[in-house]
């Protein structure tokens, strides 16, 4: 899978759109951008994922660059509840199974 | 629909000692895998289960093993303990193997003494 790089931390005022960045330069054809998202003392959680298109659900959305070079997990609307671990990961989906790997993620830190 | 379970959420070990911890994924999931979280290494895969069988499987020492049952239930077993095996345990539990996303547990945090 291919390796991505995240900044390690960012703030967001409440109410103010997060924009998380995802640099992926080595990614294929085949591979996948998938976010996830760890509060603290939980497991993380599933956002969103996608391949070529922008892809938009409840919680947030994603929008990856032509080139696939690199995306960016958009919340709209941050809250205090946002505050959390984001991780972008690359990854082939096939049915070799379901060994992600997490790099060091993007600290968020929504503020009031 | 109940989420995934694990237990017990908090351990305390000694070095040398072994320790079994116990995952029940969401009901119809038939995949379960194993991550281990710490300070230093993050979050790093351990092996992944689906109808009974490992299909992948971390760089870890054989020290650490897993099992899934029939019922799609899990166990992860780490035999002889060290320091360093002090971390979070999370389990993750999907319908299918490789396409799905992950539903994660909160986690067992294992302490070393």
């Known amino acids: 899978d291919a390796k991505t790089t995240q900044p390690p931390s960012m703030d967001c005022a409440e109410g103010r759109a997060a924009n998380l960045p995802c640099n992926h330069s080595t990614i294929s054809g085949n591979e996948y951008v998938y976010w996830y998202r760890q509060i603290h003392s939980q497991g993380p959680q599933y956002i969103i994922h996608?391949?070529?298109n922008n892809e938009t659900n409840e919680m947030a959305s994603l929008i990856i660059t032509e080139d696939r070079k690199s995306s960016t997990l958009i919340l709209p609307h941050a809250t205090l509840r946002d505050t959390a671990v984001y991780y972008c990961i690359v990854r082939v989906d096939n049915n070799a199974g379901n060994m992600l790997t997490f790099g060091g993620g993007t600290r968020l830190m929504v503020k009031p | 629909k109940a989420g995934v379970t694990q237990t017990p959420r908090y351990l305390i070990k000694t070095r040398g000692q072994q320790v079994t911890l116990s995952c029940s994924p969401i009901?119809?999931?038939?995949?379960v895998s194993w991550y281990q979280q710490t300070p230093g290494q993050g979050l790093q895969f351990l092996f992944e289960y689906f109808s009974e069988t490992q299909r992948n499987k971390g760089n870890f020492p054989g020290r650490f093993s897993g099992r899934q049952f029939s019922n799609s239930r899990s166990e992860m077993n780490v035999s002889t303990l060290e320091l360093g095996d002090s971390a979070l345990y999370l389990c993750?539990?999907?319908?299918?193997?490789?396409?799905?996303?992950?539903?994660f547990g909160s986690g067992t945090q294992l302490s070393v003494l």
């Open positions: 993750a539990s999907s319908f299918a193997s490789g396409i799905e996303k992950l539903f």
């Open positions: 009901s119809g999931h038939r995949s």
């Open positions: 996608g391949l070529k």
